[in-house]
């Protein structure tokens, strides 16, 4: 990579050696593709990896600040400019909130101990939610069956490590 007035001319006999040239390096911070076809650009754009890939233009990514600015392994991490660099920098943490209205029913069904009734009942469950017009109702019901079966595979799984111990 090179921060300064020179831009470097490699001259290559086809497309698959420029494409192959930029694969065997560092992948770099940007790649500048100039073609009159659309089809050698889209080529470049799914056979190499970069920070940025500008066709017909040099350098011009970087004065927009609705596209992000950032490279990809030694040319850099992250994404910058406005809300990219805000992004980049900041934390996206998961938060999940579970109201505890459902909880009787998965003492019932989704927690241990499992039983053969308890599997029967969320399999009734599902397959009646199907014929219902609520993909709510269908969701719960293969979530429900799920946990079963996770909840199930620990317990299994917990009984075996006791017993060969």
Do not use: W
Not at 6 to 16: H, S
């Amino acid at each position: 990579e090179i921060f300064g007035p020179i831009l470097p001319i490699i001259v290559v006999k086809d497309m698959q050696e420029a494409i192959d040239y930029i694969n065997a390096g560092e992948k770099p911070l940007a790649a500048f593709v100039y073609a009159k076809d659309n089809a050698v650009v889209k080529k470049f754009e799914e056979s190499t990896t970069s920070g940025a890939i500008v066709s017909n233009d040099c350098g011009i990514n970087m004065a927009m600040p609705g596209l992000p600015f950032g490279g990809v392994g030694n040319s850099g991490m992250g994404r910058y400019h406005g809300k990219f660099s805000f992004d980049t920098f900041s934390h996206q943490r998961a938060v999940l909130h579970r109201k505890q209205a459902m909880e009787a029913l998965n003492m019932r069904l989704r927690y241990p101990p499992t039983s053969m009734a308890k599997t029967n009942r969320i399999r009734s469950l599902i397959f009646k939610s199907r014929d219902s017009k609520d993909p709510k109702i269908f969701l719960l019901g293969v979530l429900a069956l799920l946990g079963v079966v996770v909840a199930g595979a620990i317990v299994f799984f917990q009984q075996q490590q006791e017993s060969s111990i």
